[in-house]
């Protein structure tokens, strides 16, 4: 699997800013389910041209979502998909994700 297809997209949430804003600096990234650790660490220093230390994934249930329409109450589920947290060494960090 090729870098780009490994990692989707950065996660841009409030508790994924404070991580990154935090002494240690980690990152949080939507990526491929087929994809393992080893993967996703090679991606991120192909990618970004950072070394990772280390890297925590977790696999995010789908969650239970509801709409009101004319016809009735439609329900259904958001998709499950799979998040990776990555620690960069202490000097490193990703200024496309930082904004600087």
């Known amino acids: 699997m090729r870098a780009d297809q490994v990692i989707i997209e950065p996660v841009l949430t409030e508790k994924a800013n404070a991580m990154r804003e935090a002494g240690a600096k980690k990152y949080a990234f939507r ?16 990618l970004f041209s950072v070394k990772p230390v280390a890297c925590n994934v977790v696999q995010v249930k789908a969650k239970p979502k509801q709409s009101r329409t004319r016809s009735g109450v439609r ?23 930082d904004g600087a």
């Open 75 to 97: 329900s259904g589920s958001t998709a499950p998909w799979k998040k990776a947290i990555v620690t960069l060494t202490k000097g490193d960090s990703i200024e496309m994700i």
């Open 31 to 46: 990526v491929d389910p087929r994809a393992n650790k080893q993967q996703i660490m090679q991606a991120v220093e192909q």
